[in-house]
């Protein structure tokens, strides 16, 4: 299944992620495109690890929306993000078990 290039194949809206009272993630919206290779850039602390595991089902999201494919999603557990990403793909793949960027990830599902 090749994914449409003038769509999302994966979009952020106003994720949020707290530690207590430490936002750590505060409205992040972003559009993933089939093909694109994106770096997420910041300072120590600024939440990027922190969004990358949300992705990848290691934390709960506390709000915003996670949408693949033009569906949304709800990733509460490795397990929901490896059906997701699954999901969009014609052929078998190992889900990464390691810190592998979700972008990285979705980019081998999606061939």
Request: net charge positive; proline share 7%; glycine share 10%.
């Amino acid at each position: 299944m090749k994914a449409d290039p003038s769509k999302p194949l994966v979009e952020l809206r106003e994720i949020k992620k707290a530690f207590g009272g430490v936002q750590a993630v505060d409205g992040v919206s972003v559009n993933l495109y089939p093909g694109e290779v994106v770096a997420l850039l910041g300072h120590n602390g600024a939440g990027k690890s922190t969004l990358m595991k949300m992705l990848a089902g290691a934390y709960p999201i506390d709000s915003g929306d996670t949408i693949i494919a033009g569906e949304k999603a709800h990733i509460r557990t490795p397990a929901d993000a490896r059906r997701k990403a699954s999901r969009r793909s014609t052929r078998r793949w190992r889900w990464p078990t390691t810190s592998i960027p979700w972008p990285t990830c979705f980019s081998a599902a999606r061939r």
